[in-house]
């Protein structure tokens, strides 16, 4: 429980975060996607669970800020989150290669299903002007900060959820009497 409320309160940070000073900071005219980042991360880290929790709860704050129809941005979190929590069984804590990628994965996924059902169901066929102006630039963007937030992320992990995980010694080997 305690994992969910703190996932709760580093969603409304990245979302704030997102929404006011990223804007600031656009390179080539997009900002970095802070809550696919936290949305792959959970799911990397924690599981599915995790995954669709954050995916569901990031997805309705950008539904209320940005579509005019409730449920896009639920249904492309949620099913980032899903896909990203089933690589969690990949997931090694000192290895960046995973999270990195798969943050990379989720936000080539997200902006090309949002292409596909914002955009390509209306019969704007524009892909390469949309993948050259938007996505490419996104994409680098998001996981060069996503790298940032993500070593942020797994030093809160640590800090607040100290492995208690110590080695057992092997008890001693009896030799049976006969």
């Not at 940005?66 to 000192?94: E, M, P, Q």
Request: glycine share 8%; proline share 4%; with cysteine.
């Amino acid at each position: 429980m305690k994992r969910y409320i703190s996932m709760f309160l580093l969603i409304i940070i990245c979302f704030l975060l997102q929404t006011t000073l990223f804007q600031k900071l656009k390179l080539a005219n997009v900002s970095p996607n802070l809550l696919i980042v936290l949305v792959s991360s959970a799911g990397v880290m924690y599981g599915r669970g995790a995954g669709i929790y954050s995916g569901i709860l990031s997805g309705i704050l950008c539904d209320f800020l940005y579509s005019n129809i409730i449920g896009v941005y639920i249904l492309i979190y949620v099913i980032a989150g899903y896909i990203c929590g089933i690589a969690h069984k990949l997931y090694y804590k000192d290895d960046m290669a995973v999270p990195v990628f798969i943050i990379a994965a989720s936000d080539l996924f997200a902006n090309m299903l949002f292409y596909i059902i914002c955009f390509l169901l209306r019969g704007r066929l524009g892909i390469l002007g949309y993948m050259r102006d938007i996505i490419l630039p996104e994409l680098v963007y998001t996981v060069i900060v996503g790298i940032l937030i993500y070593r942020i992320l797994y030093w809160l992990e640590e800090k607040m959820y100290p492995s208690d995980e110590v080695p057992l010694e092997s008890p001693p080997v009896q030799e049976e009497e006969i």
